[in-house]
């Protein structure tokens, strides 16, 4: 059982001789300790009675916080102790330290998205911003007027903030301010009939029609309740996702690449030098050869990441290391390139030659946008091709789990998928090796 008293930290005495008050928690082996934001001089303490003596000015008016904060500490532990949880000191102090300030699903998921954006993980920040948004108009949706004006607002106000990110000095620290201020959701609220409700907001007014793209939302609120347990802001028994509650259940869905023959296609086909159209099929083919790397490595690797006949690099996603045999026919594509090349630091694509290398942001909106004009020019080189599968940059690592089929073994293909688990390896192949489902299928058809 957790004991908790008023102390004085006399180690943290001021230069004026007076002394902080604190809560002490003990658990066990473990004590931490909780400011109270009050300071008093030794003389007017009653180390006994653990309160101010009458000698202090406002001896009534301190005693009746110390008081206060105290029973409410002790509030957290019976609390805990009455639904048989065990809370660490950790726990206890962050569930004592916010129980004046209550902490909103907004506030919290902003501080998330603070941390996330000065980690340089901008890609998250993003996204997590957009779902966000989307809880926050679900939150503060009016009812009372038309549907369609509802969505009309909606896309003008999705419109306005993705001008305003272009914006030269555009700042994403004042931006989630927004959601820093605002107090309209407690994650108490959040349960089943809230869940629901999101989820038919998605489909009829964000005209989400795939249930990944919903769920991908949920698994964010998910995530921040599971931190916001952690740091003892809401209780587990208000939990939305355990035992009969909601589900979050991901499919894999139908992962479709370019068979043999659509890539030869894309190697033949004839365009004009230097166009973006060009550059769109060499980076997409460089991506395949690889074995599918992703389009963000790709527009961010330099001439120094190849050495000899090797690329070594390292992977934006988990920051692994990779070195890789450079195949042939990816020589050929770095051979048209190498021209362009003054020092070793260079971009081997031209898409970021404008970006800071020292700024790590405008690196990443570079390279967002070069990926956007990828895609776009993909779109068409499928047209020319007779390509009638959604071709896009991911489409490469699909390309290459298709060719590969069962060909290559499971381990090798980890390796050069860069998978941390051999199980998500198997499971990403499972999708493009048929042949037991259609010789079966065939066994019973034509027997």
């Not at 004042?174 to 201020?181: A, Q």
């Not at 990403?428 to 079966?440: L, S, V």
Request: proline share 2%; glycine share 4%; with cysteine.
């Amino acid at each position: 059982m957790a004991t908790i008293k008023i102390v004085l930290r006399k180690n943290k005495q001021r230069k004026d001789g007076r002394i902080p008050i604190a809560l002490r928690i003990i658990q066990g082996n473990s004590t931490r300790y909780k400011f109270l934001g009050q300071y008093i001089l030794e003389k007017d303490w009653d180390a006994d009675a653990r309160k101010a003596k009458k000698s202090h000015p406002n001896s009534g008016r301190l005693n009746s916080l110390l008081l206060k904060e105290l029973k409410e500490a002790n509030d957290v532990i019976l609390d805990a102790e009455t639904t048989n949880r065990t809370m660490s000191t950790a726990q206890i102090k962050n569930k004592v330290k916010r129980s004046n300030k209550q902490v909103s699903f907004f506030q919290f998921g902003a501080e998330r998205l603070k941390q996330k954006y000065l980690s340089e993980v901008y890609s998250v920040a993003k996204a997590e911003k957009s779902i966000l948004y989307n809880i926050w108009e679900f939150v503060h949706l009016d009812e009372s007027q038309p549907k369609e004006t509802i969505i009309e607002a909606i896309k003008k106000r999705r419109k306005e903030r993705v001008r305003n990110a272009r914006k030269s000095g555009h700042s994403f620290m004042e931006e989630i301010k927004l959601f820093s201020k605002d107090n309209n959701l407690y994650f108490e609220d959040i349960n089943d009939r809230f869940i629901n409700r999101f989820k038919t907001f998605c489909r009829a007014y964000l005209g989400q029609e795939k249930t990944r793209t919903i769920t991908n939302q949920l698994i964010f609120v998910r995530t921040l309740f599971n931190n916001a347990m952690k740091e003892g802001i809401v209780d587990s028994k208000y939990y939305p996702f355990a035992g009969d509650k909601e589900k979050i259940r991901l499919s894999s869905g139908n992962k479709i690449g370019l068979d043999k023959e659509e890539v030869e296609a894309i190697e033949n086909l004839k365009l004009s030098k230097g166009k973006s159209i060009w550059h769109a099929k060499n980076v997409w083919l460089f991506a395949y050869y690889f074995a599918g790397i992703r389009i963000s490595d790709v527009l961010e690797m330099k001439w120094s990441d190849f050495v000899g006949d090797r690329l070594f690099y390292e992977m934006n996603k988990n920051e692994k290391p990779v070195s890789l045999k450079i195949p042939d026919k990816a020589k050929k594509i770095l051979a048209m390139y190498k021209k362009n090349k003054t020092t070793a630091s260079d971009f081997v694509f031209p898409f970021l030659k404008d970006a800071d290398t020292n700024n790590p942001y405008d690196v990443f909106v570079k390279t967002r946008n070069g990926t956007s004009l990828l895609n776009t020019q993909l779109k068409k080189i499928a047209e020319k091709c007779d390509i009638e599968k959604n071709l896009s940059n991911h489409i490469a690592r699909h390309t290459f789990g298709n060719i590969a089929g069962d060909k290559i073994s499971p381990i090798m293909l980890q390796k050069l998928y860069r998978h941390s688990d051999l199980k998500t390896t198997i499971n990403y192949q499972t999708n493009f090796i048929h042949k037991d489902a259609d010789d079966a299928l065939d066994a019973v058809l034509n027997s």
